[in-house]
């Protein structure tokens, strides 16, 4: 199969063509030729008004609910949602039904997505049934295609279990991704602790609980020379701490997610249960300085935090409604309208180049010769989210009839294409 992508401005740091505007000819999952002008046959022709193409994004942090919730998401409409919001690859938590903690449960979600235009990457489950008890066969995960390890949505609470597992992953160079929460601090929070949980009568989450894990982990990591991710990180001390430990030289990085940027406390005066995330959102003063460490490269990576939920598990009391919402398919026109200034290399780190650098990813170059790994977007089209749009089989977010600025054209990623 030939396509020919025309006047598609290329942003691509490790390419000799970032920064040009050139048409890209892609044979049979390969980049045949990339010139000012292609004048050749194609079976697929892409020419679209201000076409931006970027090395296919990653998103680290997903559920996909397969197997055991498939009420929720399944495999096939996550990897739609995914290649909608110009993901190549996604990287999806362990805390399905069974949980992935074994060599099979990896097996079967890397066979299951063989045919898909998405490269599914399981998270291994760095305990059994990731219950924080007993580690799990992280050797044998890796060897069967784990990218890396976490408890996913239940973070590590033992140090020393933590320890242990820090120490076993070292042996072939892994890395453990974790929500940083101290479970026991703000055991039955359902919000931020401040003012507006005060006001609105609902259980407070101090971000304490947050700082006091990320303390203890880069002391764990430090001791160990091992490889943690801290994923949904929320607090301006706790962006401190992981600077501080990038200055001294230890393998820590961090995740924020996009709506963790563009929401506040103040937003659930309306008691809207798609604001009730894990970990929670945060004061404005708190989000301006987030979106600093966007900007000055503290934070290396955007993550979805993508958790479909059906209907029922959502429209209901606050206080009993589920954490989360689905992120896979916002992500970029969120990052794009909170970020109009980001420089280009910038944004390539955030959107996949740094988290294929900090998990060992291949890293196919917008070039002659290589495989085709592309996201095509137009990142000044102004739209506004339709819920009859969204691909995820769940539509639990509260951005559904806000202006966006930013839209993914799609996805080639090998032989695969996936247009919107």
Known sequence: MKILIQKAYIIDPDSSHNGTAKDILIENGKIAKIAPSIHEQ????????????SLGWVDIFSDFCDPGYEHK???????????????????????TKPVVDSKAQVEYIRQKSKSLPVNLLPIGAVTKNAEGKELAEMYDMKDNGAVAFSDGIHPIQSAGLLLKALQYIKTFDGVIIQIPDDKSIGANGLMNEGIISTQLGLQGKPMMAEEITIARDIKLARYTGSKIHFTGVTSPKSLEYIRRAKEGGLNVTCSVTPYHLFFSDEDIVGYDTNLKVYPPLRRKSDIAILKEAVMDGTIDSI?????????????LEFEYAKYGMIGLETCYAILNTLFPTLGAERFAGLMGGNARKIFGLSNPVIEEGQTACITLFNPSYKHIIEEKKIQSKSKNTPFIGKELTGSVLGIINGTELFLN
Do not use: M
Not at 42 to 53: G, M, R, Y
Not at 73 to 95: C, H, M, Q, R, S
Not at 303 to 315: C, G, L, M, W
């Open 303 to 315: 993550a979805t935090h993508h958790r479909p939920h059906e209907y029922d598990s959502k429209v």
């Open 73 to 95: 998401e399944t495999i096939e409409t996550g990897t739609k949602a995914a290649a909608a919001g110009g993901f190549t690859d996604v990287f999806l938590i362990p805390n």
């Open 42 to 53: 194609a079976d697929k022709l892409i020419n679209t008004p201000n076409l931006h193409v």
